[in-house]
Nanobody, 123 residues
Framework: VQLQASGGGLVQAGGSLRLSCAASGRTFTTYVMGWFRQAPGKEREFVAGVNWSGSRTYYTDPVKGRFTISKGNAKNTVYLQMSNLKPDDTAVYYC?????????????????WGQGTLVTVSS
């Protein structure tokens, strides 16, 4: 099983980036997929989650209204569209999958993780 994250980079404040996470190796129909981020010196924090079909989503307050999580047509890819980026969004972003019906994921419960992709927002 593999989650392959991509799309990070350097962007100026106010700019946009889209992260992608491609899942392979098993069927994830009973899994919620989501994105976490970890800034230097801080704990990993949950950002957004989406159910398998893409019909339900959840966002934490710091990103609500600026980030959009979605599924690809094949359902094995999850995207995080990030807009109006702020320097505080600078972090390594990880995608993850958890076999749960809850949209809010905990880092200690996720079954699978991607390798992380760095997002740097300059002021």
């Amino acid at each position: 099983v593999q989650l392959q994250a991509s799309g990070g980079g350097l962007v100026q404040a106010g700019g946009s980036l889209r992260l992608s996470c491609a899942a392979s190796g098993r069927t994830f129909t009973t899994y919620v997929m989501g994105w976490f981020r970890q800034a230097p010196g801080k704990e990993r924090e949950f950002v957004a989650g989406v159910n398998w079909s893409g019909s339900r989503t959840y966002y934490t307050d710091p990103v609500k209204g600026r980030f959009t999580i979605s599924k690809g047509n094949a359902k094995n890819t999850v995207y995080l569209q990030m807009s109006n980026l702020k320097p505080d969004d600078t972090a390594v972003y990880y995608c993850a999958a958890d076999r749960t019906s809850l949209l809010v994921l905990s880092p200690k419960d996720c079954d699978y993780w991607g390798q992380g992709t760095l997002v740097t927002v300059s002021s």
